[in-house]
């Protein structure tokens, strides 16, 4: 019998019994971690006690969310492996992160990024980032994951769209309340290694259907010229290579280094090696994701040319590929990218909210058994917020796939440009920071409207074109213009009474070694691993 139904999966009683036991098993590890953490107040760094194994799981499972699983499959399907560099280069940020800016943030001994740049550079741009980042995390972490895995969750089993928005977010609040950041990075762990192995498994059965591997070497996918399915650098196109390598550095600077969500898990670690042996080991997890996500993309070209809507090049595959019983594995892996994204932006967001809000404006001298009850709290309100916020975006019904990455692309350059300055240059002052924050954040957010919206575009011969360069360029072109205001400003303005200078980087090291000279053997291999794989891809005849 087809499985297949009016666009839907109909799951089997294996497929049941197997996804009830992907819950069973996900609610119990979440349990079990709580219960570990009752006693204990810390409900947003775990203690600072977890190990590299799961600070690198869960760095993995945080950035794999649904958006991330569904549009990976298809651009395989329409571009082939070019998408790869989004991962394969993604090391670099995860090097800078561990070896350049975590002996920052541990030697500052701060527990949120907002509260960093108060160290650095005093109460303004604190209260600035606060606000930013609660934005941030609330629409795109939150309310848009929540959003896009209930969505995917109706095409694949055709429930009501707001029961699969309610059981979602139940779910990954349940445990976040109890357990905070501890249950949160544990079952990250747990849903990594689950979407790991299934997306291996879907990938693995998929290429056993293909007989002729001369056809698949010189297969030519939709969007792409003839000879560049498996290059990694396409001269020109919809992604050419210059774009990517100017304006991919500035997402990464504030996604991977700056944002709550993903330094939170590196700031639980016990000490500076386990953070930085958590990053190395999450740079080496990112060699997998082009060959279990976009490899089953490309084999669907192969084999299924046609599907007209690249979104249900996924939903295809499993219905095709998947025997019995593995279907419900399958859905359990699209609910563990929701899952481990959700709860990491819940998390983050209480966390943000709770010290950098109310522990400031609100209740200074509130205690922490005060502080753990408002973080539980906040979670739960949070969790409400993201349930309206789906809501409201299926009722728009707008390409979300593509406008979530577009909206990164205009909310990242302030950001990285602070963050790098403020980092790795003394003579930066706190003028010159809240300009760059305020007036560039009105600005980029601003042409962000303008390129979205296509504002100013050309009307030629009743077809709508595009002034607008690739929102990579327009995200490079914004960054460096801001790297330069902010160095102008610091140049005419003096450094304020509310400033920190940081020590050098060799001086943070001497206080704090970490993993020394191992971890940049580690990840001179990872480079090396790294480099071989575009060779080969870029030289594939």
């Known amino acids: 019998m087809n499985r297949l139904f009016n666009g839907k999966v109909q799951m089997g009683p294996y497929d049941g019994l197997v996804f009830l036991g992907y819950v069973l098993a996900l609610l119990i590890i979440g349990g079990y971690a709580s219960y570990r953490q009752r006693k204990s107040q810390d409900l947003f760094l775990a203690g600072r006690s977890m190990g590299w194994f799961n600070v690198g799981l869960s760095i993995f499972g945080t950035n794999i969310g649904p958006t991330f699983l569904i549009a990976t499959f298809g651009a395989g399907y329409t571009t082939g492996m070019v998408n790869a560099n989004y991962e394969w280069m993604a090391w670099v940020f995860l090097m800078l992160l561990g070896m350049a800016f975590v002996p920052f943030y541990m030697l500052t001994g701060i527990s949120t990024m907002p509260e960093f740049l108060r160290r650095r550079f005093g109460p303004s741009c604190y209260s600035f980032y606060a606000i930013y980042s609660l934005f941030g995390t609330v629409v795109l972490w939150i309310g848009g994951t929540l959003f896009a895995g209930a969505d995917i969750l109706v095409q694949l089993l055709g429930w009501d769209f707001m029961t699969c928005v309610w059981l979602l977010a139940i779910v990954a609040a349940s445990f976040t309340v109890a357990g905070g950041l501890m249950a949160v990075m544990v079952t990250d762990s747990f849903q990594s290694i689950l979407m790991i192995a299934g997306a ?54 504030w996604f991977w280094c700056s944002d709550q969500t993903i330094v939170q898990r590196v700031l639980g670690a016990r000490d500076l090696r386990q953070g930085q042996a958590g990053t190395l080991f999450c740079g080496f997890l990112k060699i997998l994701p082009p060959f279990i996500f976009l490899l089953p993309g490309i084999l669907c070209a192969a084999l299924h040319p046609g599907i007209e809507d690249d979104k249900d090049v996924f939903l295809f595959m499993v219905n095709t590929y998947m025997p019995r019983g593995l279907v419900g594995l399958m859905v359990a892996v699209v609910v563990a990218a929701v899952i481990s994204t959700l709860d990491s932006g819940l998390n983050s967001f209480s966390t943000v909210f709770t010290l950098d809000i109310y522990k400031r404006w609100i209740s200074p001298l509130a205690s922490e058994r005060q502080t753990k009850i408002v973080g539980q709290f906040v979670t739960c309100a949070a969790a409400l917020m993201a349930v309206g916020i789906a809501y409201y975006l299926n009722t728009v019904q707008s390409n979300l796939f593509n406008l979530f990455q577009s909206i990164i692309g205009y909310l990242a350059p302030p950001i990285s440009a602070v963050f790098l300055l403020g980092v790795f240059w003394r003579r930066a002052t706190a003028k010159a920071a809240i300009v760059t924050l305020l007036l560039g954040s009105i600005i980029s957010v601003g042409i962000g409207i303008c390129d979205i919206k296509d504002i100013f575009a050309k009307d030629i011969d009743g077809r709508v074109v595009d002034i607008w360069p690739h929102f990579l360029l327009l995200s490079f072109y914004l960054f460096v213009s801001l790297l330069v205001l902010m160095v102008l400003v610091s140049l005419s303005t003096g450094h304020s009474q509310t400033e920190t200078a940081l020590p050098s980087l060799r001086q943070a090291y001497a206080q704090n070694p970490g993993l020394g000279r191992r971890g940049l053997v580690g990840w001179a291999i990872l480079g090396c691993i790294m480099v071989c794989l575009y060779l080969f891809f870029q030289l594939v005849p």
């Open 200 to 253: 291996a498994m879907l990938a693995i059965l998929a290429g056993l259907h293909v007989k002729d591997l001369d056809t698949l070497r010189h297969l030519v996918v939709s969007d792409t010229p003839a000879g560049y399915t498996w290059r990694l650098l396409h001269p020109s196109g919809p992604s050419p290579w210059y774009a990517f390598v100017l304006g991919y550095p500035v997402l990464s600077l």
